[in-house]
């Protein structure tokens, strides 16, 4: 029986159906040899390159990125985008109509809907000042045994902030269940990823995603760090063939050239300080939130109106003033497209 740092066991929290099951097992995982025929999967023999069904182990690419990282493969899961994680983590841990889980608002608006589809209750607790968890409003559900995930986003969200180091350690110290750190925008602050402290945290699960500073929205690749405990639990229900083999080997590439990669990010975050700077000279802007992410959280009078504004010059942005009142959240672009978006700003 697996003993969680904050005294739970993880074999309780796992729902009694996903402990039972028996995964689907396909011919293939359970070869190990070099074949020479693969007449197994009722595969198409023709084709070029995609007519085999993808690595279901995704063994190269864990292998690759687990040597980036410093982790264990083991400690790795893939998902679908980071959504797909966030929804396997509800199917293996909530029981629909009992159990529950806890965000902090404003925040990623995907946790709420992933839970309604999962029909767990969502309890959100509006954040404290800096956008910092409230951990006293949080205080009689974080020990409750109801509370089986509760979701932190660190840069969040649209806020753009980090959470601070002290406040993580003291959630993933006194709450129950898992703690599922979302670290989309972790290129985006170097040094603040909670990565290296996998080991000291068995409640942990770190959530990234290709999608941001990798630039690969399109190619649909999420990542779940946990002991391989979690991992083990996850891959019981994940589907076998969930990441395609376009993605796989796309990533590999791209793993194999990080170096352009992280490049980019640091040439973004460069961009994010010139616009930051730009926009605060603007009268039109009454604040631009700090930001370790690839957007800005920028306040105006009238958001409604600078929306509209903006989209009349072809300009999209997130009028995100319903979570955080007065704010539109506005992507970091090239500085072509920064200009363009200063330049509309300006004549608002
Ligand atoms: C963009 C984003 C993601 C990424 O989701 P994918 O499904 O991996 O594309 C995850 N979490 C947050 C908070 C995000 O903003």
């Excluded at 376009?246 to 961009?271: C, D, H, M, P, Y």
Aim: aromatic share 8%; charged share 20%.
């Amino acid at each position: 029986m697996k003993t969680l740092n904050n005294g739970h066991s993880l074999e309780n929290l796992v729902r009694r159906n996903v402990r039972e099951l028996a995964p689907y097992s396909s011919a293939r995982q359970e070869y190990t040899g070099e074949a020479s025929l693969w007449l197994d999967a009722n595969e198409n023999p023709y084709g070029g390159g995609v007519n085999r069904y993808p690595d279901p182990l995704q063994k190269e690419l864990r292998e690759e990125l687990a040597q980036l990282r410093g982790v264990a493969p083991e400690s790795i899961l893939l998902g679908n985008g980071s959504d797909e994680i966030l929804d396997l983590l509800f199917r293996a841990f909530c029981r629909p109509g009992t159990d529950r889980v806890l965000y902090f608002t404003p925040t990623y608006g995907m946790y709420r809907v992933i839970a309604g589809i999962n029909d767990v209750e969502a309890v959100a607790v509006p954040s404290g000042a800096g956008f910092q968890p409230d951990l006293s409003a949080a205080a009689s559900l974080l020990g409750d045994s109801s509370l089986k995930l509760t979701l932190l986003c660190s840069p969040n969200n649209p806020t753009g902030n980090c959470i601070s180091r002290p406040l993580l350690d003291e959630i993933l110290c006194t709450a129950a269940g898992l703690v599922v750190l979302d670290e989309a925008y972790i290129d985006f602050a170097p040094g603040a990823s909670m990565l290296p402290e996998l080991a000291r945290y068995p409640n942990l699960v770190v959530v990234q995603t290709f999608s941001k500073g990798w630039g690969l929205a399109g190619a649909r690749l999420g990542v779940a760090y946990a002991s391989p405990a979690i991992v083990g639990i996850l891959n019981r229900i994940r589907f076998p063939y969930n990441i395609n083999t376009l993605t796989q080997n796309l990533v590999r590439e791209k793993l194999r050239n990080s170096g352009e990669v992280f490049a980019r990010v640091e040439q973004l975050i460069e961009e994010r300080r010139v616009l930051v700077r730009s926009l605060e000279q603007l009268p039109q802007v009454l604040q631009v939130y700090p930001s370790d992410a690839n957007f800005l959280l920028v306040r105006f009078d009238c958001p409604g109106r600078a929306y509209q504004y903006l989209l009349e010059q072809g300009i999209v942005v997130r009028n995100v003033s319903g979570a955080v009142a007065g704010c539109l959240r506005i992507t970091v672009g090239t500085p072509a497209e920064n200009r363009l978006l200063v330049a509309a700003v300006a004549g608002l």
